[in-house]
Structures are given as C-alpha cells and as structure tokens.
C-alpha cells in the first residue's frame, strides 16, 4: 500500500483514506512521507479542502461489518 500511496500521491491525490475492516480504522494520508493520522471509532473524517463540506462518522463506515475482536 506505500507503494501505491506514493503513486497516488505523485498522480496529484492530495488526500486518502485506507480503510482497515479488520481492526475497524482508518488511516489518514495527506502526503505519502508523513506519517498517517489515525482517529478513533468515534470520531469524524473530513473532506478538507479536496471535499468541502464532506463529512462521515468513522463508526458510519463500519456499521455493517462484524467485529472481529
């Protein structure tokens, strides 16, 4: 996935998500050589300035997905 990070990056994506189902997260990128923010379950993800006005609840994106813990 780094590796295609990079690639997205380089091709002009200015953010990513990498949605994990198995440990219910999500990874933040904004640029490929910094290290990704990761927030919590119970916290929301924002489209910034490549998605104004876009918002989603990080639990929202797993509603549907059983817990494997």
């Known amino acids: 996935m780094e590796q295609k990070l990079l690639e ?3 091709s002009g994506t200015r953010l990513a998500w990498l949605i994990n189902p198995g440990p219910r ?3 933040v990128y904004n640029d490929p050589e910094r290290a990704a923010h990761v927030p919590d379950e ?3 993800l ?3 300035d490549v998605l104004p006005g876009f918002a989603v609840a990080v639990a ?3 509603r549907n997905v059983p817990r494997f813990d």
Do not use: C, K, P
Request: charged share 5%; net charge negative.
């Open 8 to 10: 997205y990056f380089q």
């Open 25 to 27: 997260s999500v990874a």
């Open 42 to 44: 119970h916290a929301q």
């Open 46 to 48: 924002y489209g910034a």
């Open 60 to 62: 929202d994106l797993f």
